[in-house]
């Protein structure tokens, strides 16, 4: 009684409250509903952002135009993350030039579409499927053509198969014409810079003669290995003072950051092993004494080879049963036995072997009505029709469609994950008529009238059941791995426990340095995204939890030993560089001061020296480094020391890169070649087009770009 009498007397107040925070919960909903909508953006160039729905879109475009190029229905992680990776670079690479050339007032006209189209030899033209069937080169008329038909498509009647393959090209060619545009953008702006970049008579004469003009040196030199570190001292201020004059080279456009971490990949045990060696000899069993269902029997053993009913060239097989086939007899089964290569138990049988025709000519006319009865009447009509002579394209194109020849090849299914009975028989069908033959062919919803025209590379073709059980380990053996590598994280949380530890415990400390937030994953591991993204958000000196990454293989913890920010790297992170070209310029020095001490006044006694080594060099030339074999050294002083040298006259010495050499010309020589200004000048002006590209990296680094992907990809 005396709680509610307390509560009663502190009512006015619990209204109160319980009203104000009714009211927080509720404005605060409606804040965000009355906001304007917060778009996350994967980066920014010259300051525009570019969202995750607007880079999504640029991805899901490229992923649809490769797989209808590559003929594939899904794509992997790794093509998914090359695509990721294509798009960016083009993403980035055309703002720049497009905001480059906004500036000069460049554009590129429908006029100069056409005349690239019309020309047909753009390399982009190559890649679609407007080709001429005969020469494979780029067929304007059969580009006009579609689009043409394009835009009828909306007035006609066609069956939706065909308006969505219609739909799926005209994309395509969006795509293709895009890139044209692009691509001829690009050519402009580089044009214009590489033409103010302009080659003389004067510079011409000089590239000519540093190819040509040959000398032949003898060299002597003292390699820089022949003075110990030690004799070298190496201060503070050496290091500072090489730092200031070579500091440019190490700036740092965008933050990185040093990690350590431990990957453990998690294999089968010996007892995993036997068990899967068990069943694929049991399996195997039940393949020998199978006569029919092998896709059943297949299906069951757990290969990942699934069993096809379609005969197949001996090479499309996997590789350890593609080198077997040949002497394989039908009927009989092989195995188990384990291939190496790509880690499996295995067993096969050849179900059956024939001759038959790698590359089939075909016309098809698709068939679909209301009901199926209806699809099975029309496709009787036509199939008659055109039996008893009527013209297989003229009825063709009287429902909507082109009756044209195709070629058809076992590579464009070989390889293929075949799972629809439809397609196999399909696939079937076509290589199993006879040229001239037509069939009706029904495949549930619709029916197809097909006719072969043309057969031609007759091959052996094989129908074989494989079964391959890839050695995994169970999850047993990956519960016993996940608990001990969990406890060894939990047990040492700390950066400097997991490098006392890790050795002791049977794991490898690994390290990264100058990690981008634009890679993919750590240590070429699958899957861990989520963990990089942890390396760009932690501080120095944490320890992640442990990843399950990899193909559910793999575990991981990570441990952000250094943040490296944009701009300068410090000295201590480059002092080791530096250190060695300080040694070796103070071991030159050195060299050099003990030869002018020793007061030599010839090519042999400088030979003759203690710990030199001589050579002879041939056709030296200033355009090329020459390359002293007994130091196996490239050497740029050499050559350029060789082309001003006078005949027999010794040189002082010369700092290289392996050491110290003093040089004496025995020999002058020309390549016999004839001068020619105008193609001199064209190679120079070749050398500035690849200097153009190089200036894109400093668009690049000028346009701020931001690249913030890995938050979201």
Known sequence: MATLQKIRSKGPILVIVIGLALFAFIAGDAWKILQPHQSHDVGEINGDAISVQEYQALVEEYSDIYKMSSGQQSLTDEQMTQIKDEVWRNYVNNKLIADEAKKLGLTVSKAEVKAIVDAGVNPLLQQTPFRNPQTGAFDKDMLMKFLADYDKMANNQIPAQYAEYYT???????????????????????????????????????????????????????????????????????????????????????????IKYIDVQITASPEDRAAIEDEVAQSTQTLRFTADDYRSVVGASGSEYPYVDLYYNGSAFPRDIATRIDTAKVGVTYGPYYNVADNTINSFKVVDKRAAADSVEYRQIQVMAETPAKTQALADSIYTAIRGGASFTEVANRYGQTGENIWFTSSQYEGAMITDDNDVKYISTINGMAPNEISNLSLGQRNIILQVTKKRDVKDKYKVAVIKRPVVFSSETYNREYNKFSQFVASNPTMAQLEANAEESGYRLLERDDLYSSENGIGSVKGTKEALRWAFAAKAGEVSG??????????????????????????????????????????????????????????AQYAAMKDAVSDSVKMVTFAAPAYVSVLRSSEPMVSAYASVAQLNQLSAPIQGNAGVYVLQVYGEDKINETYDQKAEEQKLESTYVRFVSRLMNDLYMKAGVVDGRYLYF
Do not use: H
Not at 558 to 577: C, F, K
């Open 546 to 603: 442990l990843y399950e990454c990899g193909d559910n293989d793999r575990l991981l913890v990570v441990a952000l030993s250094r943040i490296t920010p944009e701009g300068y790297r410090p000295l201590r992170q480059v002092q080791n560089e530096l250190r060695a070209e300080i040694v070796k310029d103070k071991k030159a020095a050195k060299i050099i001061a003990d030869m002018k001490s020793a007061n030599l006044s010839n090519f």
């Open 168 to 258: 799926s090209l005209y994309k395509y060619w969006s795509f293709i014409e895009k890139n044209l545009i692009q691509s001829r953008l690009a050519e402009k702006y580089q044009s214009i810079i590489a033409n103010a970049l302009l080659s003389n008579p004067v510079e011409a004469q000089d590239a000519f003669d540093a190819r040509v003009d040959q000398k032949n040196v003898l060299l002597a030199g003292i390699p820089f290995y022949t003075v110990p570190d030690s004799a070298v001292v190496v201060k503070e201020s050496d290091l500072k003072e090489l730092y200031n004059k070579k500091k440019e080279q190490f700036r740092q456009y965008v933050e990185t950051r040093d």
